[in-house]
């Protein structure tokens, strides 16, 4: 089986058997789209839904931003042979994975869900939410996708700093 991987930025459409699409997310979102007719399947991978009202932005920074990511997807689908209103899509990521960054994870995965209802696609599977990393498998000709959760890291334990020992206020080099 071929493997392809991407990451935070990427987008991947193609019809080919024997192929698996793969990333990682945390609080990031990846959408996977498929046509079951024409065996068309593609993914993408974005760190948030839409720039800030006003920002400047170059197109290299358009690539991490949904509303980009989302179309760039469909249309590199419908230059594979999918069409529009065939396509069914399925959500994952959007975890809280450090709690001070606020909620990004959850405002990702509203956004992915408003974008595609919008765009009149129909949703099949959603695994979004929680607070641990998902790795997302995806079989872009059969339709077929998996998200399991990463095991959290083994936190670090601080090792004790040695105590210094002093001689009656006296310092000895050596």
Same mark, same amino acid.
């Given at each position: 089986m071929r493997r392809i991987s991407i990451i935070q930025g990427d987008h991947v459409a193609l019809g080919e058997p024997n192929t698996v699409i793969t990333t990682l997310l945390g609080s990031?979102?990846?959408?996977? /789209?498929?046509?079951?007719?024409?065996?068309?399947? +593609? $993914?993408n991978h974005f760190l948030l839904?839409?720039?800030?009202?006003?920002?400047? /932005?170059? #197109? @290299?920074? $358009?690539?991490? @931003?949904?509303? *980009?990511? $989302?179309?760039? =997807? &469909?249309?590199?689908?419908?230059?594979q042979g999918a069409a529009r209103d065939r396509l069914r899509a399925h959500i994952y990521g959007g975890a809280t994975i450090v709690a +001070? =960054? !606020?909620g990004i994870g959850t405002e990702n995965a509203a956004f992915a869900r408003r974008f595609i209802e919008t765009e009149g696609i129909? &949703?099949?599977?959603?695994?979004? !939410? +929680? #607070?641990?990393?998902?790795?997302?498998?995806? =079989?872009? @000709?059969?339709?077929?996708?998996?998200?399991?959760?990463?095991?959290?890291?083994?936190?670090? &334990?601080?090792?004790?700093?040695?105590?210094? &020992? *002093?001689?009656?206020?006296? =310092?000895?080099l050596f």
């Open positions: 990031c979102i990846a959408v996977c /789209l498929h046509d079951a007719v024409a065996h068309v399947g +593609g $993914m839904g839409q720039p800030e009202e006003g920002a400047k /932005l170059g #197109s @290299y920074d $358009m690539q991490r @931003y949904g509303v *980009h990511a $989302m179309e760039l =997807l &469909i249309n590199a689908m419908m230059a +001070g =960054l !606020g129909a &949703i099949g599977h959603v695994d979004v !939410g +929680g #607070s641990r990393a998902r790795k997302v498998e995806f =079989l872009p @000709y059969d339709g077929k996708a998996r998200a399991q959760l990463v095991a959290q890291a083994v936190p670090l &334990i601080a090792t004790p700093k040695p105590t210094p &020992i *002093h001689a009656d206020g006296e =310092l000895e």
